[in-house]
């Protein structure tokens, strides 16, 4: 399985932008518990950004983006963040991950997506 992670860039403090990760054509989520999104800026740990529940919908937001941050998908399983009011601590590279079903960790890694907020 692969996930590809695209949408970021370079903004201005106040911006937005919308991350978007797809799965290889023909994989099936149907095992996948949670989709999430992670960020890791440099010299710092790779962090749980925004995930949510596959079957039931339901979100969860890391305290430093909610309000700003929303994660959604869609049918095919396109996972999705939209990123509102971004701040110049929002620069990291996000990642998105798949964990399934009877797991404790996360299986399923994108390769990251640079996001870079100037002041």
């Known amino acids: 399985v692969q996930l590809q992670a695209s949408g970021g860039g370079l903004v201005q403090a106040g911006g937005s932008l919308r991350l978007s990760c797809a799965a290889s054509?023909?994989?099936?989520?149907?095992?996948?518990?949670?989709m999430s999104w992670f960020r890791q800026a440099p010299g710092k740990e790779r962090d749980v950004v925004a995930t949510?529940?596959?079957?039931?919908?339901?979100t969860d937001y890391a305290d430093s983006v909610k309000g700003r941050f929303a994660i959604s998908r869609d049918n095919a399983d396109t996972l999705y963040l939209q990123m509102n009011n971004l701040k110049p601590g929002d620069t990291a590279v996000y990642y998105c991950?798949?964990?399934?079903?009877?797991?404790?960790?996360?299986?399923?890694w994108g390769q990251g997506t640079q996001v870079t907020v100037s002041s």
């Open positions: 949510i529940s596959r079957n039931a919908g339901t």
């Open positions: 054509r023909g994989t099936s989520a149907s095992r996948v518990l949670h």
């Open positions: 991950a798949w964990r399934l079903l009877g797991r404790s960790g996360y299986d399923w």
